[in-house]
């Protein structure tokens, strides 16, 4: 029986993709792949940058918690981490922020090579954009996005968004992993800071939009995905 897993130790994305290390470490290091850590019960603080008149940017938190789960790598730490073997961290990527990083009286988290993971989507997301084939095919997962859902893949169907359409896709996709995918319509928009009060206003550019986005036709809305 194969498992469903929602990440990969290293050793089996080398296998899949039937690459050398070196390889991997060059798209790690050049940002073309995101690698990841588990952790558990890491204090962190989440949160987002503003700039000042002058230039210069503070950080904006927005959360604190212990945290349990993914967490991604700058390019920058992997490249020394692959050299050093071993590296003390105390910054991150934020999954739904612009930083993640360990609160002020938090010990650096220690890192070796063997703790690094990638995440499924990771790994689905550089196979859809490489061409891979894992068996004369390439997989069509339900569905992949960016980290801002300006580009998405949905049953097969490839959709370039605007800010506000990917802002559409972002709630909805958070709706569906909450285990809540049918939406109210104009809550959706509101959200979305959408001046248009229509769904079928805002993806008007899109054709294909219902391939990506489902209508109850009463108002609710859902991704296209089972």
């Not at 952790?39 to 349990?68: A, H, K």
Request: with cysteine; charged share 30%; net charge negative.
């Amino acid at each position: 029986m194969e498992i469903e897993k929602a990440y990969f130790p290293l050793s089996e994305i080398l296998d899949r993709w039937s690459i050398r290390e070196d390889d991997l470490i060059y798209l790690a290091e050049n940002d073309q792949v995101r690698l990841s850590i588990r952790v558990f019960g890491l204090p962190l603080e989440f949160g987002d940058y503003e700039e000042t008149p002058d230039g210069r940017t503070f950080r904006i938190p927005t959360e604190r918690q212990m945290f349990n789960g993914l967490l991604d790598l700058h390019a920058r730490d992997v490249f020394h981490l692959f050299r050093a073997g071993e590296a003390h961290l105390s910054e991150f990527r934020g999954a739904h922020s612009e930083y993640a990083c360990l609160w002020e009286t938090a010990e650096p988290h220690y890192v070796v090579i063997g703790d690094l993971q990638m995440r499924r989507d990771e790994r689905d997301r550089h196979e859809i954009r490489s061409g891979f084939s894992s068996g004369g095919q390439i997989e069509e997962p339900t569905f992949i996005a960016n980290r801002d859902c300006s580009e998405v893949r949905c049953n097969g169907h490839r959709f370039r968004l605007g800010p506000i359409q990917a802002a559409v896709v972002q709630v909805l996709h958070r709706a569906a992993q909450a285990g809540q995918p049918w939406q109210n319509g104009k809550v959706i928009l509101s959200q979305a800071q959408s001046r248009s009060l229509r769904m079928s206003d805002v993806f008007k550019s899109k054709d294909n939009w219902r391939d990506l986005i489902r209508s109850d036709r009463r108002g609710n809305y859902r991704l296209n995905i089972d």
